[in-house]
T-cell receptor
């Protein structure tokens, strides 16, 4: 069975500092991996996705993620956060043609 | 491109009434639409998957008679919460997939349902 773990429920980061959100998955083959962001009371916006190829994926809003098969991880990073990055972040995994499984989410708070 | 809308954005209803939520793909044809439920500070839980012109596939534990899903066209799916009760209060989010990339889902803005 597929599963997604986001170990950090809540992260506080200073504006301008770097950010890394962890995501670990469990799946028998190479999964499709996604990172979404959700602002309060809003739907989800896709930040980036990994299907195959280069394991370092660039996304929107300056985010990137790296797929590490040996560690079953797909961590999201941003070199310098902005106050507007405060939101809930969800990692998701799905097999080709299958349904998405979401992690529990990580709440990011950005302090001045 | 790839915009999904939901209507209404917020709805308050009395216990025992039914509520219909619409999900529309505005600039693409969605062969598959998904309905999720999200409780406060929790993740999204898939309720059902609907394909245009066929019956929805419900996840385990979701009452199909309570949450009626219709996907009558390639741009519209509806979720009807029948005989709503306070425990049905939640944030309902739909997503749509154009079918050429099944795993890429585009999400609507969500509907906040409050049952009094």
């Amino acid at each position: 069975a597929q599963s997604v773990t986001q170990p950090d429920i809540h992260i506080t980061v200073s504006e301008g500092a770097s950010l890394e959100l962890r995501c670990n998955y469990s799946y028998g083959a190479t999964p499709y991996l996604f990172w979404y962001v959700q602002s309060p009371g809003q739907g989800l916006q896709l930040l980036l996705k990994y299907f195959s190829g280069d394991t370092l994926v660039q996304g929107i809003k300056g985010f990137e993620a790296e797929f590490k098969r040996s560690q079953s991880s797909f961590n999201l990073r941003k070199p310098s956060v902005h106050w507007s990055d405060a939101a809930e972040y969800f990692c998701a995994v799905g097999p080709p043609g299958g349904k998405l499984q979401f992690g529990a989410g990580t709440q990011v708070v950005v302090t001045p | 491109g790839a915009v999904v809308s939901q209507h209404p954005s917020r709805v308050i209803c009395k216990s025992g009434t039914s509520v219909k939520i619409e999900c529309r793909s505005l600039d693409f044809q969605a062969t598959t639409m998904f309905w999720y439920r999200q409780f406060p500070k929790q993740s999204l839980m898939l309720m059902a998957t609907s394909n245009e012109g066929s019956k929805a596939t419900y996840e385990q534990g979701v009452e199909k008679d309570k949450f009626l899903i219709n996907h009558a066209s390639l741009t519209l799916s509806t979720l009807t919460v029948t005989s709503a009760h306070p425990e049905d209060s939640s944030f309902y989010i739909c997503s749509a997939s154009p079918g050429d990339s099944y795993n890429e889902q585009f999400f609507g803005p969500g509907t906040r349902l409050t049952v009094l």
